[in-house]
């Protein structure tokens, strides 16, 4: 047996996540517009995230794969659309003020519990967090 390569990527690769329904490879590459996605022909990924800061980690909602969840430094983003719009979900942009100031920040591990429906951060220094993940029929 012997390995195939899949893409090249940018940057080093923080993290993984494979959309079976699509054949899509998510790839958490830790540059600016970090998130990328390759379809296994060898060629250099699709940027997917061109507005968002570097991201450590990254998982689907097994449901929904369009809901994609990300991590880094200071927050956790959601996109309910494969990629093309991103929501973050821990500060407030552009103010300073913290939106959820007791979990999600400084995520470098970020996964999806199909179960509970539930998404966890393991954030640094300050522990463990969970927020209850969207509708995965309606998208929101």
């Known amino acids: 047996k012997t390995w195939t390569k899949l893409c090249i990527?940018?940057?080093?690769?923080?993290?993984?996540?494979?959309?079976?329904t699509n054949d899509l490879l998510y790839i958490a590459n830790g540059g600016i517009g970090s998130v990328v996605k390759a379809d296994g022909s060898q060629?250099?990924?699709?940027?997917?995230?061109?507005?968002?800061?570097?991201?450590?980690?990254?998982?689907?909602?097994?449901?929904?794969?369009?809901i994609i969840y990300m991590c880094g430094d200071d927050w956790?983003?959601?996109?309910?659309?494969?990629?093309?719009?991103w929501t973050n979900l821990c500060r407030l942009v552009g103010d300073?003020?913290?939106n959820c100031p007791d979990g999600g920040?400084?995520?470098?591990?970020?996964?999806?519990?199909?179960?509970?429906?539930e998404l966890f951060a393991a954030c640094g220094c300050r522990g463990i967090w969970k927020i209850k993940a969207c509708d995965a029929s309606k998208g929101k």
Request: one cysteine or more; proline letters at 5%; aromatic letters at 6%.
């Open 9 to 20: 990527t940018d940057y080093a690769v923080r993290d993984l996540a494979y959309d079976e």
């Open 105 to 117: 920040k400084t995520a470098g591990s970020i996964e999806f519990c199909e179960t509970t429906r």
């Open 76 to 85: 956790v983003y959601r996109s309910l659309d494969a990629g093309k719009t």
């Open 43 to 66: 060629k250099r990924p699709d940027h997917i995230s061109d507005n968002t800061p570097g991201a450590e980690g990254i998982c689907l909602d097994p449901q929904n794969t369009n």
């Open 96 to 98: 300073g003020r913290d």
